[in-house]
């Protein structure tokens, strides 16, 4: 997969990289999961520039862009599509159920319990609220591992599922997903190798604005959202 973006953080004893590689390298390294997951051991394998074009088949979609009608299947084994989110804003994110790095996955869905309870402060706004984790894991994500997944970080707020979703579809679905959302996913040797995108898509189902990484903060996310809802 050409021109995949992975966010990793470093410990302060191997920040040297960052003055030594450049675009098309590849990087080596052990990945320690703690409290964050961080790079130790970073070596590298330097390209040419006849090895590397400097593009990639990832594209990011800007705002104004219209959402297409994806079908998928919610926790509750019920098919939904995203065009029956039209008329509220919809928050939608990615995630799998066993991603262990807690800097991706568990972050978006802490993310994302943030946001609901900040926004369940603003009852004009959290009657309109909708969010929803789409999982890249089909084969193993199913209703009821999403139904349990979901519980766990909705369950105190939502415990009906009626504001923030969790859903997956075959993996031609989800593919279709992906790649219009700009997340770049790669499977080798029964892992799942992602980047993150988070987006916030209008009432008339078009692109807000595109959250890439983890570095936003919740309560912004959430200030944008009750933007979007007219509050």
């Known amino acids: 997969m050409k021109g995949m973006t992975m966010p990793f953080l470093v410990n302060s004893n191997q920040e040297w990289v960052f003055?030594?590689?450049?675009?098309?390298?590849?990087?080596?390294?052990?990945?320690?999961?703690?409290?964050?997951?961080?790079?130790?051991?970073?070596?590298?394998?330097?390209?040419?520039?006849?090895?590397?074009?400097?593009?990639?088949?990832?594209?990011?979609?800007?705002?104004?862009?219209?959402?297409?009608?994806?079908?998928?299947?919610?926790?509750?084994?019920?098919?939904?599509?995203?065009?029956?989110?039209r008329g509220k804003p919809l928050l939608l994110t990615f995630v799998y159920t066993r991603c262990p790095l807690p800097d991706f996955c568990l972050l978006m869905s802490n993310n994302f319990s943030e946001i609901l309870k900040e926004l369940r402060g603003k009852p004009a706004v959290f009657d309109k609220v909708q969010l929803l984790s789409i999982s890249i894991d089909p084969e193993y994500d199913t209703p009821a591992v999403l139904r349990k997944y979901g519980e766990r970080y909705a369950g105190d707020v939502d415990p009906k599922f009626q504001r923030w979703q969790f859903a997956s579809g075959t993996p031609e679905q989800v593919t279709k997903a992906a790649n219009f959302f700009g997340l770049a996913v790669d499977r080798k040797s029964g892992q799942i190798v992602h980047s993150l995108s988070t987006v916030l898509i209008g009432a008339d189902g078009s692109v807000l604005k595109v959250y890439s990484g983890n570095g936003w903060k919740p309560d912004e996310v959430a200030n944008d959202y009750a933007a979007a809802a007219g509050a």
């Open 19 to 85: 003055s030594k590689i450049g675009p098309g390298d590849q990087i080596h390294a052990t990945l320690v999961l703690g409290e964050r997951a961080e790079l130790e051991d970073i070596s590298f394998t330097k390209r040419s520039e006849a090895e590397w074009d400097g593009t990639s088949q990832l594209r990011i979609p800007e705002p104004g862009d219209e959402v297409p009608d994806i079908a998928l299947v919610n926790q509750d084994g019920k098919k939904i599509h995203l065009g029956q989110f």
